[in-house]
């Protein structure tokens, strides 16, 4: 007979696998930012490697973070759900403390490490992603079914946003909001009730926009931005130049003309822009594919979670996904001309601590959710050798029922041993299939 204790060590033994593409596209990405901070920044000081050397460090540092993300387990991690979104607010009201945060250019947005400046909104997207996932888990129901249980993290989401208007930082808050949106959506939400929200918010967003002259600028300035271009337009309209004389492959890595101190910010907002007139539309397509994938793979590892009923999980990957293809869509966008200018670093790529820290731990979180999927998969199959896949169509695998009556005791025993959808005591709902077979 089987010893039961020493089967349980041995189902504890299995492990999982960590996404080789996630982290192909991770580590591919980091690469070719290395590459193009030492390219793009060389002229900026007196010493070539400033730049380089401190985007190394901190990439260094972010892997170590990383690691650490890869071997925490999610639900350790979900218990701190509530400090996570106190130290949300702490961070952001940390920065109006006098000899702790620290002002540039007359924003209000770091912290003063000592060692370094740590931009603290970096550090609250990765914890209100986390803490928004734990929320969708608890309130599912709830959420799809009640006005105020999706109210609630929609009024958190204002609150977060009203703190970083103050700092200012417009373009974080439009960012922080859009993942809320997107999470509320992909978590099963009712989408009427969620329109009312939106229509109304979006014109009192929109007012906010033009209510600061800089910011009306940065609009009239992104539609035709050679009307003044030694003005408002000077951004945009170099980085244009940088696009236009990437042409196909580019002028050569090294060789761009405008990052000798005619594009501003070149190794962080418009690295963009360097990496399109060095390496053309060769680069542009590369790094597109390269964010296409890693953020692909990142929904597709949500999807799978939410079949598995890892809810958690996977709303923690589709947070992700929604933060880096955001980011990544605006940052490219604002350098090409198609949205107004913003000062939005490109994911793994733009040298900046803050952004290379926290991106590294969001990774390192995408890692975790690939293991912890591929364990149970794993441990799933071998305690159900002979289940079938639960991607089979009803043609492969034909299934005859036929009507058997149960004796009471048998029927209540089945109902208590049936799986629970939702952790909520109202009405369980029917979990969307995402285009497979539930």
Not at 123 to 134: H, M, P, R, T
Not at 407 to 415: C, G
Request: charged share 15%; net charge positive.
């Amino acid at each position: 007979m089987n010893d039961p204790s020493r089967q349980a060590t041995r189902l504890e033994a299995i492990g999982g696998r960590y996404d080789p593409w996630l982290l192909g596209a991770a580590v591919a990405l980091a690469s070719l930012g290395v590459v193009m901070v030492a390219s793009s920044s060389i002229e900026l000081t007196d010493s070539p490697f400033y730049y380089l050397s401190r985007h190394l460090i901190f990439l260094g540092v972010g892997a170590g973070l990383a690691f650490w993300a890869m071997r925490t387990e999610l639900k350790t991690i979900e218990q701190y759900n509530q400090m996570l979104l106190l130290t949300c607010f702490a961070l952001l009201i940390v920065v109006f403390v006098p000899g702790l945060g620290s002002s540039v250019n007359g924003a209000k947005r770091w912290i003063n490490l000592g060692v370094s400046k740590f931009q603290t909104v970096e550090a609250v997207k990765v914890l209100y992603i986390v803490w928004l996932s734990s929320y969708l888990v608890r309130f599912r129901d709830e959420v799809n079914a009640t006005w105020p249980a999706m109210l609630k993290p929609l009024g958190v989401a204002v609150a977060l946003v009203g703190l970083l208007l103050m700092q200012p930082d417009f373009g974080s808050s439009t960012l922080l909001l859009a993942i809320t949106a997107g999470m509320l959506v992909l978590g099963g939400v009712n989408l009427p009730r969620m329109s009312m929200p939106i229509v109304i918010g979006l014109p009192a967003f929109a007012f906010i926009a033009i209510l600061e002259p800089y910011r009306l600028r940065r609009i009239t300035s992104f539609l035709n931005p050679w009307a003044d271009q030694l003005g408002s337009g000077y951004q945009l309209s170099n980085a244009l130049m940088a696009v236009g004389r990437g042409e196909w492959t580019g002028v050569g890595l090294g060789a761009s003309v405008q990052k000798l101190n005619y594009l501003p910010e070149a190794h962080t907002d418009f690295i963009f822009s360097v990496i399109a007139e060095e390496l053309g539309f060769a680069g542009v397509c590369l790094v597109v594919a390269l964010y296409a994938l890693l953020v692909g793979r990142a929904f597709w590892l949500g999807m799978r979670c939410v079949e598995m009923k890892r809810h958690f999980s996977g709303y923690i990957a589709f947070g992700i996904g929604l933060w880096v293809s955001m980011q990544s869509f605006v940052s490219i966008g604002v350098n090409l001309g198609i949205l107004p200018t913003k000062g939005l670093t490109l994911p793994l790529i733009s040298s900046g601590g803050s952004s290379v820290l926290m991106t590294c731990v969001a990774v390192g979180l995408l890692l975790r959710v690939s293991y912890e999927t591929d364990r149970a998969e794993r441990l799933r199959s071998k305690l159900s050798p002979n289940a079938q896949p639960a991607t089979a169509s009803a043609a492969e695998a034909p299934v005859e029922v036929t009507p058997v009556r149960e004796s009471a005791p048998v029927a209540a025993a089945a109902q208590a041993a049936a799986p629970q959808r939702g952790t909520s005591r109202m009405q369980p709902r029917v979990e969307p299939s995402y285009g497979r077979l539930a």
